[in-house]
């Protein structure tokens, strides 16, 4: 979008980076900081996925090497994961978006940028031409994402691990970020 303007988060902007191994201290260090946070707003992961974190990951990057997924995570210039950015069930030209971003990083239009940069690597990367998305009625930080970034709502209500929520689809053609090179 042109003139669109990127948010600040500290001396340098997140960068948009694809899930790795070495992702996974600092991946783990995010999920249990942010736990409380998350449970308001989307279902918790449970203990289970904390105790059981490394195969969990190793599985992740399993998948995204098939090519069924593909996970990106939103790292500052310290390495610390401020949110992640995940492509589900890809297949036939569309893939079900998800995302999460740090307490702390939220109100500063990063979630927002973050998704219209990952618009730019599913139509150059990925070969998507749909994402689908959904939110729960009460998670109106990301309901507001999805709207700001094109999402529209599809008008089927959905169960999210028995949460009410709302299902909204973005379709996709040449997406680009304005600010390529600014990072």
């Keep these: ?3 669109r303007r990127r948010p600040r988060y500290g001396p340098a902007m997140p960068e948009l980076q694809r899930l790795r191994a070495d992702h996974a201290p ?9 736990r409380a946070f998350f449970a308001a707003s989307i279902p918790d992961r449970g203990d289970d996925y904390f ?3 490394a195969a969990r990951h190793e599985a992740l990057l399993t998948e995204q090497a098939a090519g069924v997924c593909h996970f990106h995570l ?13 492509l589900v069930d890809a297949a036939d030209g569309s893939a079900d978006l998800g995302f999460r971003l740090a307490e702390k990083a939220t ?11 990952l618009f730019a690597l599913c139509t ?6 749909t994402l689908r ?7 109106t930080a990301s309901r507001s994402v999805l709207t700001r970034t094109g999402f529209v709502r599809t008008g089927e209500e959905v169960l ?13 053609s040449g997406e680009r970020t304005t600010d390529a090179g600014a990072r």
Excluded: C, K, S, W
């Design 1 to 3: 979008m042109p003139g």
């Design 26 to 34: 600092a991946l783990l260090a995010f999920e249990q900081e942010n």
């Design 51 to 53: 105790a059981r974190f």
């Design 74 to 86: 939103l790292v500052a210039g310290d390495g610390e994961i401020l949110g992640r950015f995940n």
């Design 107 to 117: 109100g500063r239009g990063l979630a927002t940028a973050a998704v219209h940069d």
């Design 124 to 129: 150059a990367t990925y070969a998507l031409t």
């Design 133 to 139: 998305a959904a939110a729960t009625v009460t998670n």
């Design 160 to 172: 999210l691990n028995g949460r009410r929520g709302l299902a909204y689809v973005r379709r996709l």
